[in-house]
Nanobody, 123 residues
Framework: QVQLVESGGGLVQAGGSLRLSCAASGRTFSSSAMAWFRQAPGKEREFVAAISGNGDSTYYARSVKGRFTISRDNAKNTIYLQMNSLKPEDTAEYYC????????????????WGQGTQVSVSS
């Protein structure tokens, strides 16, 4: 059974940093893209960042580019999201997604999802 488990969320002041992790089990995803999405209360789930299977290619939402960095360690079957210079508008539930053939910003392109980790940024 495939599982994606996110961790690292929490409460931080504006300008602070957090590092999210997403550990996959049940199969490896080293040949497929993985991504982070987020969903704030009352809003649709939105794309944050994606990374290719070998980690050579990344893509970011305009709202986080320059502040967030996505990375992966295929030996650990884990991806990360380093979030710096956090803003109150970054407050959301953050979800890990896996198994897209290509880098994609579209939720339906990913076959597996984690349960989410909450990130709250206070002003």
């Amino acid at each position: 059974q495939v599982q994606l488990v996110e961790s690292g969320g929490g409460l931080v002041q504006a300008g602070g940093s957090l590092r999210l992790s997403c550990a996959a089990s049940g199969r490896t995803f080293s040949s497929s893209a993985m991504a982070w999405f987020r969903q704030a209360p009352g809003k649709e789930r939105e794309f944050v960042a994606a990374i290719s299977g070998n980690g050579d290619s990344t893509y970011y939402a305009r709202s986080v580019k320059g502040r967030f960095t996505i990375s992966r360690d295929n030996a650990k079957n884990t991806i990360y999201l380093q979030m710096n210079s956090l803003k109150p508008e970054d407050t959301a539930e953050y979800y890990c997604a896996a198994d897209s053939r290509l880098l994609s910003t579209i939720t339906s392109r990913y076959n597996y999802w984690g349960q989410g980790t909450q990130v709250s940024v206070s002003s």
